[in-house]
């Protein structure tokens, strides 16, 4: 996976703050990377294949378009009135299985069954006979727990980071995270007694660094007691439980759900992102008109597609696969509107 232009172009693809507003923000490669850490910490604890889930957190985010969860949601709106949408882990699963071209002897990456189921399900379950493509992917099953648990771990990793960059670029004050996020704030009381000299932003720091602990010892916990509690013994019996078994203990979920709200409300939709936003969903839903008005403005190997596949899936798949300043220079060079 780390080997592919997919992975790769990551690095140029949102995670929440853009480029310009500092080079130390994270972007979708760097992210994906902490999630793999705390995934494969997690996996190590829990005694399961270490190695699946961190590729599975490798490439979890691989079938993002530009522009993180706006960009996904405008290319949902431009496919509707065509009767289609946009899940951006099942664009992950066409990557790996056709558009990524590395071996002469077959088609896509090659991965192993697990690894494929693992993209689609991962973060939500199938319902059977929702998809005919991906009733191969035993749609009427839980997945293994080494996919169950990276949508939790991807939680954990960019409430953390998120939390860190807002921080950064002074979206908040650390009073404000006391008190939507008590544990956290009993955390940063607690360090600020033992390193009573130190900066404030190391004091901040070292109170993340906390909470993240707290986080990840909460799902490791609550992983253990689930299965405990449903008597699992072995994969089958992991697939064949009603209720996914990868979660968080009470008190640990609580704590990872009051800093989502707190970061819904002063980063994800504050003013201060707003512009970035609408300016992302323009250039996406332009440039997909662009390409639907005349399909000879696509690149050949695109426009070729289009003659025999449905244009619109054609063009989302292009400009899906566009990292975010790529996406911006087609936008501003098709001309005038």
């Known amino acids: 996976m780390i080997h592919t232009r997919a992975f790769r172009r990551l690095e140029n693809k949102t995670q929440v703050f853009t480029p310009d507003l500092s080079d130390h923000f994270r972007n979708r490669l760097t992210h ?10 997690v996996a190590i604890a829990l005694g399961i294949d270490a190695d699946l889930t961190e590729a599975l957190a490798l490439v979890h985010d691989i079938g993002h378009p530009p522009f993180a969860h706006s960009g996904e949601e405008e290319l949902n709106r431009q496919m509707a009135p065509y009767g289609g949408s946009f899940d951006h882990n099942i664009h992950a699963l ?6 990524e071209q590395r071996y002469a002897r077959f088609p896509g990456l090659n991965l192993t069954f697990e690894m494929r189921e693992g993209i689609v399900k991962h973060s939500r379950d199938l319902t059977p006979g929702e998809n005919p493509d991906l009733d ?9 727990l080494e996919a169950q648990l990276i949508d939790i771990a991807d939680e954990i990793a960019y409430s953390a980071a998120d939390l860190d960059d807002a921080q ?46 707290l986080l990840v010892s909460g ?6 007691a689930a299965c405990r509690e449903a008597g699992v013994k072995s994969v089958d019996d992991v697939r064949d439980h009603p209720k996914r078994l990868a979660r968080m203990t009470a008190d640990s979920g609580r704590t990872g759900q009051q800093l989502k709200q707190f970061l819904r ?12 936003r ?23 190997g695109y426009a070729e597609q289009a003659k025999e596949r449905a244009p619109h899936l054609v063009v989302c798949d292009y400009i899906a696969g566009m990292t975010d300043g790529y996406c911006a220079r087609m936008y501003e060079a098709r001309g005038p509107s």
């Open 265 to 276: 409300k002063k980063v994800y939709f504050s003013e201060e992102l707003k512009a970035d």
């Open 278 to 300: 609408q300016r992302s969903i323009e250039m996406i839903g332009g440039l997909f008109r662009y390409f639907m008005d005349d399909l000879n403005r696509l690149p050949a």
């Open 219 to 224: 799902f490791v916990e609550g992983t253990i």
């Open 94 to 99: 066409h990557i790996v299985e056709e558009f």
């Open 136 to 144: 191969e992917y035993l749609p009427e099953k839980r997945p293994p």
């Open 168 to 213: 950064q670029a002074q979206f908040f004050i650390l009073d404000d995270v006391a008190r939507a996020v008590p544990a956290w704030g009993d955390l940063f009381e607690s360090i600020e007694s033992m390193y009573p000299v130190a900066p404030k932003r190391v004091q901040f720091q070292e109170s993340l660094r906390l909470l993240i602990d």
């Open 32 to 41: 994906s990377i902490e999630v793999s850490q705390m995934a494969r910490t």
